[in-house]
């Protein structure tokens, strides 16, 4: 199978090459951020201060903070993830209008189901 890609969007494919990996490299740390933030036990602390908070003021504004904390990791990481995530997507909606699609971090044709003829964007062979 001898498919070329247009030598017009050469540039094109592969600036939305890198950027698709960038935002793969994103998704994926940021992915780990997020587990990270959600296993934190930073809430079992608060919990325990909440408890001295009883007896003290400080106690309560201790357990107010670690609370804060805790769910500020979360959804600063969340909104991190799904920035890297709709970027992603995006560059996959775009190499889709050019009958390409992305596999993790190898490109294809659209049409090939068996994914057995990978693309390389940068290789000049592949453009006519």
């Keep these: 199978m001898d498919r070329k890609l247009s030598s017009e969007d050469k540039f094109n494919i592969q600036q939305n090459f890198r950027r698709y990996l960038k935002f793969q490299d994103q998704y994926d740390g940021t992915n780990e951020v997020v587990k990270a933030a959600k296993s934190s036990r930073v809430w079992i602390v608060g919990v325990i201060a909440l408890f001295f908070a009883l007896a003290s003021d400080f106690f309560l504004g201790a357990a107010a903070a670690l609370f804060g904390l805790y769910f ?3 959804v600063s990481a969340s909104m991190k993830f799904g920035n890297a995530e709709e970027g992603k997507e995006d560059t996959q909606r775009w190499f889709a209008t050019k009958g390409l ?4 971090r190898v490109l294809y044709f659209r049409d090939d189901q068996m994914l057995d003829n990978p693309i390389d964007p940068f290789d000049d062979a592949v453009y006519k």
């Design 72 to 74: 500020y990791r979360i």
């Design 101 to 104: 699609k992305l596999e993790g």
